[in-house]
């Protein structure tokens, strides 16, 4: 049955479109969430048609779509093209990606995404992640402590953060967000408190599911199981991402530069549709998580 209210589709029409969906073809949502994207996708699909879905959180499955078109497999979407090949799926008409997380992660109170809450240093997108926030805020060496909030989070005072935390749990763990709150309360002047403090989070969760890491891993092997003429549809929330979508579709790689031929030709992959899609005012005024998203379309050449 679905649950409501797990998750507001960001930029729903916009991303579905995007995909410019033939009637027969094969999609794979690879951020199922609520199921929110996945209904309007089959809702566009014919009968011929069929659409796979990613989520490695197990929640999820509590929303799997009663349709015989459909699919939900419970893993990490960097193992796309392994999962699609276990099912007989070598090309992909379309693919999906609403990154980040979900209001309903940030909603569960003792999950520890959310700075609104006391709860546990969990932030793990899935039960079966062995690493959580705790092990990262009490385990990590200084530099890799210091690495993580300066890279993930832009936080200017970051080696000033993780040295604190160090000091403080030799004394005594960090086991809860209030835990770290309090630890690093001399950081967060009331003013910016909860933007100081929604960094560290961001910093803190990236590390723990290894986020761009599975992006990355992710993008590298659509090229391999898009048909031509298939569509890539990238939500991103904040410029890591963002900028990792932005690389991928210009370059083919997340190196500055798109790969060259012997002759010079710039030879990639994909080629951008059309330009960078934001939310209108109107999204935004009834669903605020929307109002940093971006949405990127791209065609397999």
């Known amino acids: 049955m679905m649950e409501t209210n797990y998750h507001n589709p960001v930029l729903l029409k916009e991303s579905v479109d995007g995909l410019n969906i033939l009637e027969n073809g094969i999609y794979v949502d690879v951020t199922f969430g609520g199921g929110g994207h996945s209904k309007e996708i089959l809702r566009r699909l014919g009968s011929g048609g069929v659409l796979f879905a990613f989520d490695q959180d197990e929640e999820a499955l509590k929303n799997v779509i009663a349709d015989d078109r459909f699919t939900l497999i419970n893993e990490n979407f960097r193992y796309i093209k392994q999962f699609l090949k276990f099912y007989g799926i070598r090309k992909v008409d379309g693919i999906l990606a609403d990154f980040g997380v979900s209001s309903h ?3 569960k ?3 520890g995404f959310s700075t609104r809450f006391d709860a546990d240093l969990d932030m793990r997108m899935s ?3 062995k690493k959580s926030a705790y092990e990262v805020i009490n385990s990590y060496a200084y530099d890799d402590l210091r690495n993580i909030l300066f890279r993930y989070g832009d936080l200017r005072r970051a080696d000033a953060m993780a040295k604190t935390i160090i000091e403080h749990r030799i004394k005594e763990p960090v086991k809860t967000t209030a835990d770290l709150k309090m630890v ?4 967060l002047p ?3 408190e909860n933007k100081i403090l929604a960094q560290v989070y961001q ?8 986020e761009l890491v599975a992006i990355e891993e992710f993008l590298l092997q659509t090229p391999e199981i898009m048909d031509k003429g298939g569509r890539l549809s990238l939500i991103s929330y904040h410029s890591l991402e963002d900028r990792l979508v932005k690389r ?3 370059a083919g790689s997340f190196s500055s530069e798109p790969e060259k031929d012997f002759y010079g030709n710039i030879n990639v992959p994909f080629k951008k549709v059309g330009g960078l899609i ?5 999204e935004i005024s009834k669903n605020s998580r929307a109002r940093s998203a971006r949405l990127r379309i791209a065609e397999r050449i």
């Open 184 to 187: 690093l309360k001399e950081y």
């Open 127 to 129: 039960s079966r992640n």
């Open 248 to 250: 991928f579709i210009r």
């Open 105 to 107: 992660q940030f909603d």
């Open 190 to 192: 009331k003013f910016r």
């Open 109 to 111: 109170a003792e999950r």
């Open 203 to 210: 910093a803190i969760r990236i590390e723990v599911n290894q």
């Open 278 to 282: 934001v939310p209108s005012a109107a």
